[in-house]
């Protein structure tokens, strides 16, 4: 996955827009004000920070020890630094990025969740 596509599927998400807290070249990408994804889209190589069920994070760390890593600069239970390509397939990374937003969609009220339309449990 390029950094180009990374950033688009960043910002597919319902209500995600991208800011530059740490500088120009750190990527944050988030919903309501919550950060779900952090990028290093001008280095190579690419680099993305996830969130991630801690059971989950510890497994894909495992299964792809070259390109998945305890989150840098992150709470390492909770997230996962992704070197994309190599082992780690395309769509394996857009589930990650997808997780990492309903992760944080998941812990938001429910007027946050209806407004951006996602799927509310009864």
């Not at 937003?101 to 407004?115: F, H, N, P, T």
Request: proline share 7%; glycine share 6%.
């Amino acid at each position: 996955m390029t950094a180009r596509a990374l950033r688009k599927l960043c910002l597919g998400f319902p209500g995600a827009f991208e800011d530059f807290p740490f500088g120009p070249d750190t990527s944050v990408f988030k919903v309501e004000g919550k950060l779900f994804a952090i990028a290093w889209l001008t280095r190579s190589p690419l680099r993305v920070n996830l969130k991630c069920e801690p059971e989950l994070a510890e497994s894909l760390r495992a299964s792809y020890r070259d390109a998945v890593t305890p989150g840098y600069h992150m709470n390492k239970r909770h997230w996962n630094t992704v070197v994309p390509g190599g082992s780690v397939p395309d769509a394996m990374l857009r589930d990650m990025v997808e997780d990492s937003y309903d992760l944080i969609v998941s812990a938001m009220s429910r007027a946050a969740q209806e407004r951006l339309g996602w799927k509310v449990s009864a």
